[in-house]
């Protein structure tokens, strides 16, 4: 018997024992076999993606050196390119034989190029980076990141946002504000990036588009951009808080009138006092506080009592920052009287924050405060605790 | 030919500035970290012109390397300024307080880091 024939004889003998097999049986060995494809095909395409990673550092191993090479020597080396542009000074032609030849004729090479490129700009600024800018766009690396935009997939659009505004191209709003409200947060937290760093006249202009609510981690991220981002108009973020639906662009520029000390907003943060929700209302008044308003006091006082406990909360705090001595009574008395401890707390580091204005009174309450009370001034008078 | 010592983690910013610097003409040893900038320091007995650092890096930081050298009894002088991309006015600060002779926000202008550390060499 020869060895196909025995290989027939016992596949189908085992198909007939799979065959006539109790239907457990039969379950579990289709499981099995599945499991085992399965697995077979998770390591085989884990091996797979490997061995590209792999293949892939090595590749760059090979041509980040070079393109080292020329860009120091064709760029940063480059006498001819090396010193500022006069006012209507013509830059210098960039010899870009070397950079398209053999290696960076391929996509490989081309998006190695616009890596490298990006890495030195980040280390260069001034007429050397502008070279870095003319160099990627002569050689039509600007092509390639923008026929990366026109993706469906959301990860090459973000990596064509991350290499457009490294390298300071401007995008027409018809393509990056729709990004700026994805459903996809890496795409939407890029979009915004993009824009504010891009658009030099109006990178707020997306709050205006925004419909889906910022969240607490797209603000923190949005900040920091703000704040950090170099020659960014700053726009009057009253207009936001007058105009938009969205309450958390509300709250958020709230939070940057605070920043940007742009009292010219206070009219518009005042309107927000008698707004319904009562989320806004507290941010309002939190902002109010900080900006150290003081002709908004005696409104706070009035509308306290009609307060929920948030806004409430706000107000105690926004007279503690305030100081101007006004309201040292009315603190007193929300300290020795109120039966929610938030408040009797606030009210207290409110007075301690007074100073000056408040001496007679911390002494006063010193002297005859209950022994919680007593407490309570202790805590907040502890210049090591913050909350 | 003046000897500097330049230490940067980030190893493009690294091969740039050593460039730079080698083709000005000066000896330049590079640290990858604080540890790795210390051995260096002591295996030379403080022997530099000048030294280059930036603020973060793994093992021990620019600011720690700062007062390592301003505390040296005998290299104390060596002026050191400091390149990092951490540019806000606490670290700015905070270097000149331990003792940086200049501080360079990244990213850079090559022109005007030579320009600093021919003027620090000078003095």
Same mark, same amino acid.
């Given at each position: 018997?020869?060895?196909?024939?025995?290989?027939?004889?016992?596949?189908?003998?085992?198909? *007939?024992?799979?065959?006539?097999?109790?239907?457990?049986?039969?379950?579990?060995?289709?499981?099995?076999?599945?499991?085992?494809?399965?697995?077979?095909?998770?390591?085989?395409?884990? =091996?797979?993606?490997?061995?590209?990673?792999? &293949?892939?550092?090595?590749?760059?191993?090979?041509?980040?050196?070079?393109?080292?090479?020329?860009?120091?020597?064709?760029?940063?080396?480059?006498?001819?390119?090396?010193?500022?542009?006069?006012?209507?000074?013509?830059?210098?032609?960039?010899?870009?034989?070397?950079?398209?030849?053999? %290696?960076?004729?391929?996509?490989?090479?081309?998006?190695?190029?616009?890596?490298?490129?990006?890495?030195?700009?980040?280390?260069?600024?001034?007429?050397?980076?502008?070279?870095?800018?003319?160099?990627?766009?002569?050689?039509?690396?600007?092509?390639?990141?923008?026929?990366?935009?026109?993706?469906?997939?959301?990860?090459?659009?973000? /990596?064509?946002?991350?290499?457009?505004?490294?390298?300071?191209?401007?995008?027409?709003?018809?393509?990056?504000? %729709?990004?700026?409200?994805?459903?996809?947060?890496?795409?939407?937290?890029?979009?915004?990036? @993009?824009?504010?760093?891009?658009?030099?006249?109006?990178?707020?202009?997306?709050?205006?588009?925004?419909?889906?609510?910022?969240?607490?981690?797209?603000?923190?991220?949005?900040?920091?951009?703000?704040?950090?981002?170099?020659?960014?108009?700053?726009?009057?973020?009253?207009?936001?808080?007058?105009?938009?639906?969205?309450?958390?662009?509300?709250?958020?520029?709230?939070?940057?009138?605070? &920043?940007?000390? *742009? /009292?010219?907003?206070?009219?518009?943060?005042?309107?927000?006092?008698?707004?319904?929700?009562?989320?806004?209302? @507290?941010? @309002?008044?939190?902002?109010?506080?900080?900006?150290?308003?003081?002709?908004?006091? %005696?409104?706070?006082?009035?509308?306290?009592?009609?307060?929920?406990?948030?806004?409430?909360?706000?107000?105690?705090?926004?007279?503690?920052?305030?100081?101007?001595?006004?309201?040292?009574?009315?603190?007193?008395?929300?300290?020795?009287?109120?039966?929610?401890?938030? =408040?009797?707390?606030? @009210?207290?580091?409110?007075?301690?924050?007074?100073?000056? &204005?408040?001496?007679?009174?911390?002494?006063?309450?010193?002297?005859?405060?209950?022994?919680?009370?007593?407490?309570?001034?202790?805590?907040?008078?502890?210049?090591?605790?913050?909350? | 030919?003046?000897?500097? =010592?330049?230490?940067?983690?980030?190893?493009?910013?690294?091969?740039?500035?050593?460039?730079?610097?080698?083709?000005?003409?000066?000896?330049?040893?590079?640290?990858?970290?604080?540890?790795?900038?210390?051995?260096?320091?002591?295996?030379?007995?403080?022997?530099?012109?000048?030294?280059?650092?930036?603020?973060?890096?793994?093992?021990?930081?620019?600011?720690?390397?700062?007062?390592?050298?301003?505390?040296?009894?005998?290299?104390?002088?060596? %002026?050191?300024? /400091?390149?990092?991309?951490?540019?806000?006015?606490?670290?700015?600060?905070?270097?000149?307080?331990?003792?940086?002779?200049?501080?360079?926000?990244?990213?850079?202008?090559?022109?005007?880091?030579?320009?600093?550390?021919?003027?620090?060499?000078?003095?």
């Amino acid at each position: 018997m020869d060895f196909s024939s025995l290989f027939n004889s016992s596949t189908s003998q085992l198909l *007939q024992e799979f065959y006539y097999a109790p239907l457990i049986i039969k379950i579990a060995i289709f499981f099995i076999c599945f499991s085992i494809l399965a697995i077979l095909i998770t390591y085989t395409s884990i =091996l797979v993606k490997r061995y590209q990673g792999y &293949h892939l550092e090595k590749k760059l191993e090979r041509i980040n050196p070079l393109i080292d090479e020329l860009i120091l020597k064709h760029i940063i080396f480059n006498d001819a390119l090396n010193k500022e542009l006069e006012d209507g000074e013509q830059p210098q032609l960039i010899p870009l034989t070397d950079f398209q030849k053999s %290696p960076f004729k391929s996509d490989f090479g081309k998006q190695a190029l616009i890596d490298r490129i990006i890495n030195f700009r980040k280390s260069f600024k001034g007429i050397m980076a502008f070279y870095l800018r003319q160099l990627y766009i002569d050689l039509e690396l600007d092509k390639k990141s923008f026929n990366k935009m026109k993706s469906v997939k959301w990860d090459k659009k973000v /990596v064509a946002l991350v290499e457009l505004t490294a390298m300071d191209m401007s995008i027409a709003d018809v393509n990056i504000l %729709p990004l700026t409200n994805s459903k996809n947060s890496e795409l939407r937290s890029e979009a915004r990036h @993009a824009y504010i760093k891009l658009s030099k006249n109006e990178p707020f202009k997306f709050f205006d588009v925004v419909t889906e609510p910022l969240l607490m981690w797209d603000q923190i991220q949005l900040f920091k951009i703000i704040t950090t981002t170099e020659e960014i108009s700053i726009p009057n973020f009253a207009r936001w808080v007058t105009y938009s639906p969205n309450k958390s662009i509300i709250s958020f520029c709230l939070k940057l009138i605070v &920043h940007y000390n *742009q /009292v010219e907003g206070i009219p518009a943060v005042i309107k927000l006092l008698d707004t319904k929700d009562h989320e806004l209302r @507290a941010n @309002a008044i939190n902002c109010l506080g900080k900006l150290k308003y003081d002709e908004v006091e %005696p409104k706070l006082l009035e509308i306290y009592a009609n307060q929920p406990l948030n806004c409430q909360i706000e107000i105690l705090k926004a007279i503690g920052r305030i100081r101007s001595g006004k309201s040292i009574d009315f603190l007193k008395y929300e300290f020795l009287h109120s039966s929610d401890f938030d =408040l009797r707390k606030n @009210a207290a580091r409110s007075i301690i924050k007074g100073g000056a &204005h408040a001496q007679e009174t911390i002494k006063l309450l010193l002297e005859t405060a209950t022994k919680e009370n007593l407490l309570i001034l202790k805590h907040c008078m502890n210049p090591l605790i913050k909350f | 030919m003046p000897k500097i =010592l330049y230490i940067e983690d980030e190893l493009l910013m690294q091969n740039i500035v050593n460039k730079i610097l080698l083709r000005e003409g000066y000896t330049v040893d590079v640290a990858n970290n604080g540890k790795e900038a210390m051995e260096k320091l002591i295996t030379n007995n403080y022997d530099y012109n000048l030294v280059i650092t930036d603020i973060m890096m793994p093992y021990s930081n620019g600011f720690e390397i700062l007062s390592k050298i301003r505390n040296h009894i005998t290299a104390n002088k060596i %002026p050191i300024i /400091v390149i990092s991309s951490v540019g806000n006015e606490d670290a700015i600060l905070e270097a000149f307080k331990l003792g940086a002779d200049d501080f360079l926000k990244k990213p850079i202008m090559a022109g005007e880091l030579l320009i600093r550390v021919k003027r620090l060499l000078a003095r």
